[in-house]
C-alpha cells in the first residue's frame, strides 16, 4: 500500500497593503482611548480608576486568550522578572496613569502629542547612555520636535497648560520611552504576546493597588455620559477602552507586524495624535488654538525624521515587539502604548 507523502506547509508570504490597512486599524483604536475614557473621568472616575478599569480588563482578556492558546508563554525564567517587573510598572501602569491625568486635565490631542516626544528621549538615551553616535538629522529632528513641543505648550503665555496635566503627559513620554526599550531588550529572548500579557498582568496589579476596583461608585459607572450624540454608561465606555483601545490594538498591531517592518508600521502609527485631535474634536468638541495646530505639525515633522534616521538595533526578526501603543520608536512596537 502506498502512502502520499503529506502537503508541505504553506510558506508564509507578507503582504504590505494588509499590513498598511492594519497598523492603520490600529492607530485608530489605540488613537481612540482617550477620547473614550475622558467622558468616564469627566463622569466622577479618576485618572487612576479608569487607567485600573482598562488595564486590568486588557490582562484578564489578554492572559485568558493566551493561556486558551498556548499558555507556555506565560512561563518565566527567574532572571527575566526584573525586567518584567521593570516593563509591566512603568511601561504598563506607569504610562497608563500619567497620559490618563494628562488626557483628563489636558485637549486629548495634547496629551497624546505630550506622549510623542518619546521617540526624541530614547535618541538622547541611545547617544548619552549607549554612546551610539547618530547623524545631524536626528539632531534637527530632535530641535524641530522640541521646538513643535513649545508651540503646543505656548511658553510665550508662562506655560498656557495646566501643570499637572504638562507633566504628567511629559511624563508619558518617559515610561513610553522605557515600555520601548526595556520591550526591545525582553523580545530577543520572549515571544512578544507572552511579554505584553505580562506587561499588562504587573501593570494590573500595580494599578488596581492604587485604585482599587470596588472603590468605583456603582452610581458613577451606572450613570449616562455624553459621548458625541451617544449617551452610554460609563461602565461601557471603560469597556470600550478596554477592549477596543487595548486588546483589538495589541493584537491587530501584533498581527500587521508579521506583514511590515517595525521601522515603517511605526512612522504610519505617527497617525495617532491626528486620530485623536480629530476624534476629540468630533465626540468631544475639544477645539487647539491655531498655533498649537502648527506646533503639533512641527513635533510630529521632527518624531518622523527622528524616526526615519534612527540607528536599527541588529533583533531577530521574530523578535520584533508586539503592535503596542503610542509614540513607537524602531526596533519597537508598531503604534502607541497609551493612546
Known sequence: M???????????????????????????????????????????????????ARIGLAALVLAAVVVMVKPSLLRVRRAEWPLLLGYGLLGVAGVQLCYFVAAGRLPVGIAILLEFTSPVLIALWTRFVRG???PGRMWAGIALAMAGLAGVAQVWQGLGLDAVGLLAGLGAAVCSAAYFLLGEHGVTTR????????????????????????????????????FGPWHPPVWLLLVAVAVFSTVLAYAIGLTALRHLPAAVASVIGLLEPVIATATA??????????????????????????????????????????????????????TGAAG
Do not use: D
Not at 5 to 20: C, N, Q
Not at 210 to 217: I, K, L, R
Not at 289 to 304: C, F, K, N, R, S
Open 191 to 226: 515571544h512578544p504576546m507572552g511579554m505584553v500579557t505580562w506587561g499588562m498582568i504587573i501593570g494590573a496589579v500595580a494599578v488596581c493597588a492604587v485604585a482599587p476596583p470596588w472603590t468605583m461608585p456603582a452610581a458613577v459607572l451606572t450613570a449616562p455620559t455624553e
Open 2 to 52: 502506498v502512502t502520499e507523502a503529506p502537503a508541505p506547509a504553506r510558506a508564509f508570504v507578507p503582504h504590505r497593503g494588509r499590513g498598511t490597512t492594519l497598523i492603520l486599524v490600529s492607530s485608530v483604536c489605540f488613537g481612540s482611548s482617550g477620547t473614550i475614557a475622558k467622558p468616564a473621568m469627566l463622569a466622577g472616575l479618576s485618572a487612576e480608576q479608569v487607567a485600573a
Open 132 to 134: 551610539v553616535r547618530l
Open 281 to 334: 474634536w468630533a465626540l468631544l468638541h475639544e477645539t487647539l488654538a491655531w498655533p498649537q495646530l502648527a506646533g503639533a505639525v512641527v513635533l510630529l515633522g521632527g518624531a518622523l525624521i527622528v524616526q526615519l534616521n534612527s540607528p536599527r538595533a541588529q533583533v531577530p526578526e521574530p523578535a520584533a515587539p508586539a503592535g503596542t501603543r503610542p509614540g513607537s520608536y524602531p526596533p519597537g512596537p508598531g
